[in-house]
C-alpha cells in the first residue's frame, strides 16, 4: 500500500485520537512539513508539547494532546493564495473569524495565515485546523 499524503495521515490520527479522549498520540512517518505543522500548532496552544523519536528509517513523532483540536486537515490540492485572496479562503474554510488557523507553506516558511498577513506574503494551502 502507498502513501499519498503523510501530512493527511498524521493529521487524521491526531483528530482520531483526540476524539477518542487519548491524551498522546503516536505518528509514523515523519516529515520536515509535519514537524512544521504542529509547531504552528503548538504555537497556537491546540497541542502541547511533541518529541521526535529519531528510529533511523522513516522517525516518529509522539505529540501531547490538550483537547482543544475540533478538526484539522489537509486542503489536497495545495492551492496557490494570493495576499488579497487570503480573506476569501479564510472564509470558505474556517467557521468563523474569531478562532481558527490555515497554514500556508511561503517563501518565509511553514506559516499561518495571520502571520502571512503581517509578512504580506502569499503561498501554497498546505491545510487548516480549529
Known sequence: MV???VLNDALNSIINAERVG??????RPSSRVIIRFLEVMMKHGYIGEFEVIDDHRSGKIVVDLVGRINKCSVVSPRFDVQIQDLEQWT???LPSRQFGYIVLTTSSGIIDHVEAKKKHTGGKILGYFY
Open 22 to 27: 487519548k491524551r498522546q498520540v503516536l505518528i
Open 3 to 5: 502513501r499519498i499524503s
Open 91 to 93: 472564509a470558505y474554510i
